[in-house]
């Protein structure tokens, strides 16, 4: 009968730890947090400030060889679809000299079998899939990269 | 027979008072047509008419509620017919009467559905391009203004083109600035377009 009372208690003892243990943790995201603060998994968490985009200014140097050049300037409005492409309206080779834009590369008149074609490829029309504007926004980590040093225009 | 003496005189002689009546009918009759006239006009110059008909609204509205003359941070806006419609009277007046044409083609319905504006877009579009090409932008410069324009508060960009194109002349607003307002049609053969 003792032994029976025993057995009992502990029982009754392991589910109370059991009990309190999932009280301690709350949180259904198992205490991982992202970079961006954390949010349970059945919140919306607000979102970030709208970061404003840099308005103009010099070209950016680039940080490893093909990067992509990005975009030292605002873009809203500048549509890039079936009818019209405002990028090319003054980084086309046809505009640049007279706007004073950065050329198109040539190695955007080529297909994708290595033949160059008279115009932009349809394979490099749309401009925003690899260049992008830039925002004054601060690293989420802490970070050291440094570009090659044929790169560096110091 | 004097009683009928007394009227031919009072009829045949213009007195003070008929004359002063005729004035007054006159005047009061101007002040309703005129008064009218003009309030029929500032109401077809605003942008709940124009949204009347759903030509507009579905179409060219909604695209324009995308764009920095509706929504921006100051909450200056432009409407319709500040774009659309120049301010002095006798552009005012032109183009009005050019507009009744807009009424025909609401009733014969050339653009009452979505693929029929598209397709008509182009031939509009050029039609109002060349209306602002050739009054040099008139409605754009009721509120941008060049003498007022602060190079150093504009963009590298804009400096480098409004310091000279502009500035002489050469090119105006609309040259550049085409589909801020509107979704753009198919540029193919558009100047300053690829």
Redesign the interface.
């Known amino acids: 009968m003792k032994k029976i009372m025993l057995a009992l208690m502990i029982m009754g003892m392991a589910a109370g730890a059991v009990a309190q243990e999932k009280q301690v943790v709350p949180s259904n995201i198992g205490g991982v947090e992202s970079l961006r603060g954390s949010a349970e998994l059945d919140v919306t968490r607000s979102a970030d400030k709208h970061k404003r985009v840099i308005?103009?200014?010099e070209p950016l140097q680039r940080n490893y060889v093909h990067q992509p050049p990005i975009i030292p300037?605002?873009i809203?409005?500048y549509?890039i679809n079936?009818?019209?492409?405002?990028c090319?309206?003054?980084h086309?080779w046809?505009?640049a000299r007279e706007?004073?834009a950065t050329k198109v590369s040539p190695t955007h008149f080529e297909t994708r079998d290595g033949m160059t074609l008279s115009d932009?490829s349809p394979r490099r029309y749309f401009c925003l899939q690899c260049h992008v504007p830039q925002v004054d926004g601060k690293p989420l980590v802490d970070n050291d990269f440094e570009a090659v040093d044929s790169l560096s225009q110091n | 027979m004097k009683l009928l003496k007394k009227i031919w005189r009072t009829m045949s002689t213009p007195s003070k008072a008929g004359v002063g009546i005729v004035l007054a009918l006159g005047f009061i009759g101007g002040v309703v047509f005129w008064g009218g006239f003009n309030t029929a006009l500032s109401v077809t110059n605003t942008e709940e008419f124009c949204t009347g008909c759903h030509e507009m609204a579905d179409n060219v509205y909604e695209e324009y509620r995308e764009t920095i003359h509706y929504s921006n941070r100051s909450g200056v806006r432009a409407t319709c017919p500040d774009c659309h419609v120049p301010k002095d009277w006798t552009h005012k007046i032109i183009r009005k009467i050019a507009a009744s044409k807009e009424v025909w083609g609401m009733l014969t319905g050339v653009i009452d559905t979505r693929e029929k504006f598209v397709d008509h877009r182009k031939s509009m579009a050029m039609r109002e391009w060349k209306r602002m090409k050739d009054n040099d932008s008139r409605e754009c410069r009721n509120c941008h203004n060049f003498e007022y324009m602060d190079f150093s508060e504009q963009g590298s960009r804009s400096v480098k083109m409004h310091s000279s194109a502009l500035a002489s002349g050469e090119k105006t607003c609309i040259d550049c600035h085409k589909g801020i307002a509107h979704e753009l049609p198919d540029m193919k053969g558009v100047e300053g377009w690829h």
């Open positions: 308005k103009d200014r300037h605002q809203r409005g549509k079936l009818n019209a492409n405002k090319l309206s003054c086309g046809k505009y706007t004073g932009i």
